[in-house]
């Protein structure tokens, strides 16, 4: 058996800390009401998974508890300029996204213009309303041969592919 300790746990047995990234697979919040009153009273960076789950939506509302203007940072999960030069993007389009929460001087000093932020989804998400809206203009999966499609030619194929249509039996 696998022991479980919380984050007031883990603080007590090694230190305050100023940053904390959670992928606990949708039990994030919960895990952050394990030291809750730590993270209102100091409010740490905190980088958090962000997933298409119901689970992210009570993330969200657990941090605006704790006073965060979250942003929503999504990213391309396979990347060309990938650290091992790997040409094989197994999913072209996909893409991991998590909650960024920081104090409010932290989030105004970042350059959210800055090129390591061209090609990700950033934005803030003040409401459910606003979290479902950036969870659902992320993309999770693309096929390959959408790869170096233009912007006119990806529409045309996801248009297509939404009324059945394939190319082996258009207008034959």
């Not at 603080?11 to 730590?38: C, F, N, S």
């Not at 941090?63 to 999960?77: C, E, G, Q, T």
């Not at 960024?100 to 105004?108: H, I, M, T, W």
Request: glycine share 4%; hydrophobic share 40%; proline share 5%.
């Amino acid at each position: 058996m696998i022991p479980c300790h919380t984050l007031k746990d883990l603080r007590a047995q090694h230190g305050d800390y100023t940053a904390l990234k959670l992928d606990l697979e949708g039990m994030e919040g919960d895990v952050i009401k394990g030291d809750y009153a730590y993270i209102r009273d100091r409010h740490p960076i905190l980088w958090i998974e962000c997933n298409e789950a119901r689970d992210s939506l009570h993330l969200l509302s657990v941090l605006k508890s704790l006073n965060y203007n979250p942003v929503y940072i999504a990213f391309a999960a396979f990347r060309r300029d990938n650290y091992l030069g790997n040409p094989d993007l197994r999913y072209p389009f996909a893409h991991e996204a998590a909650l960024f929460a920081a104090p409010q001087d932290v989030l105004e000093a970042i350059d959210w213009t800055h090129e390591l932020f061209s090609e990700a989804i950033v934005r803030p998400v003040a409401t459910a309303l606003d979290l479902r809206k950036a969870l659902y203009d992320t993309p999770r999966w693309g096929r390959r041969e959408w790869e170096g499609l233009s912007q006119s030619e990806l529409v045309a194929r996801l248009t297509r592919a939404l009324g059945h249509q394939k190319f082996e039996t258009f207008l034959v």
